[in-house]
DNA sequence: AAACACATCAACCGCCCGTGC
DNA sequence: AGCACGGGCGGTTGATGTGTT
């Protein structure tokens, strides 16, 4: 359709994005919050799409995130919110306080894909491959969507701001998922809890998503009493401060950023800085 | 020690949905 | 009621790091 590109893309810069420009985000939206996405970058002074900007701090930037990979908690509930879910990342993430949608759908395609698939198990349907009817082609098997999960749209988590991912909930006596404790390695004393304990109610975004994976705001950062989402600028939790700061930077960003010895490739599980995309954020700024 | 292959994550793209005019 | 715009979501790709040969 002809829709306008969500920006004029002469002089959009792509790719990584480099510490300054994440201060200058950072720095605009302490100080302005986000009206609307497209003029954040021009008032910002980047040279990058609004759309872009958003990602930016909606995956990587935004205080409230954890860092590191999901724990066995997090990857259960996940897998059983997919099982309902299908493919709503966005959704499941608001399941997970401090996860993005992103961050959540690259560890299903990278672990939690392929240990399914080696336990013999459907990722898609959640049903034993030998079972699903065209488990012939797996590229095939994974392009048409899986029917049980779709229906389950409406399907609001409890508003309790408990998570229940026991059978109580409707629409499981169609799904034989797989149990949780067939999936991860190490069965936990307490499965009950959602992931990332600490953080009370998942303020889910609404039903639509809201603004991308609303988190619980006692999550990271105890500060955080507001939302990020649509939260006055000078509300931001401190350690968004952290990021004009260099002394403060190490102690702090342990907090932040627990760290879960990265397993690996890319730039996952270390220290954002020190893996930092554009090259190693050195806080001596003098490299800049 | 070097090269190759694999794994992982960050970012981009296009489409859809909701809201405002 | 219809149109346009902005924001959000899911899928895909590219870049980088790690492990193996």
């Known amino acids: 359709m002809g829709r306008q590109p969500c920006c004029d893309?002469?002089?959009?810069?792509?790719?990584?994005?480099?510490?300054?420009?994440?201060?200058?985000?950072?720095?605009?939206?302490?100080t302005h919050g986000h009206c609307c996405w497209r003029?954040?970058?021009?008032?910002?002074?980047?040279?990058?799409?609004?759309?872009?900007?958003?990602?930016?701090?909606?995956?990587?930037?935004?205080?409230?995130?954890?860092?590191?990979l999901l724990s066995d908690d997090e990857e259960r509930l996940v897998i059983d919110l997919h099982a309902r879910l299908g493919n709503r990342w966005s959704k499941i993430a608001a399941q997970l306080p401090g996860r993005t949608d992103n961050?959540?759908?690259?560890?299903?395609?990278t672990h939690i894909r392929k240990k399914l698939v080696r336990m013999g198990i459907d990722p898609v349907t959640h049903l034993p491959l030998q079972e699903a009817p065209a488990a012939a082609a797996p590229g095939e098997q994974e392009s048409h969507l899986p029917p049980p999960p779709a229906p389950q749209q409406e399907h609001q988590p409890p508003s309790d701001g408990g998570l229940v991912l026991q059978e109580d909930d409707a629409g499981e006596e169609d799904l034989p998922m797989i149990q949780a404790h067939e999936i991860t390695t190490v069965p936990p004393a307490a499965p009950t809890a959602p992931a990332a304990s600490n953080c009370g109610s998942v303020s889910s975004a609404s039903a639509s998503g809201g603004s991308a994976s609303v988190v619980s705001p006692s999550c990271s950062s105890s500060a955080s009493a507001s939302a990020v989402s649509g939260v006055e600028a000078t509300e931001w939790p401190e350690p968004l401060y952290l990021f004009g700061t260099d002394g403060i930077m190490d102690a702090a960003w342990d907090d932040l950023f627990p760290v879960t010895g990265g397993g690996g490739g890319g730039m996952g599980g270390v220290d954002p800085f020190d893996g930092y995309p554009g090259g190693g954020f050195?806080?001596?700024?003098?490299?800049?």
């Open 103 to 109: 961050e959540i759908k690259n560890h299903w395609n």
């Open 39 to 68: 003029v954040v970058p021009k008032l910002a002074g980047l040279l990058r799409c609004g759309k872009s900007c958003r990602l930016r701090w909606t995956n990587y930037l935004r205080p409230d995130l954890k860092r590191g």
């Open 9 to 30: 893309k002469v002089g959009v810069k792509k790719g990584p994005w480099t510490a300054e420009e994440d201060q200058k985000l950072v720095g605009f939206l302490l």
């Open 282 to 288: 050195d806080q001596d700024d003098d490299s800049m």
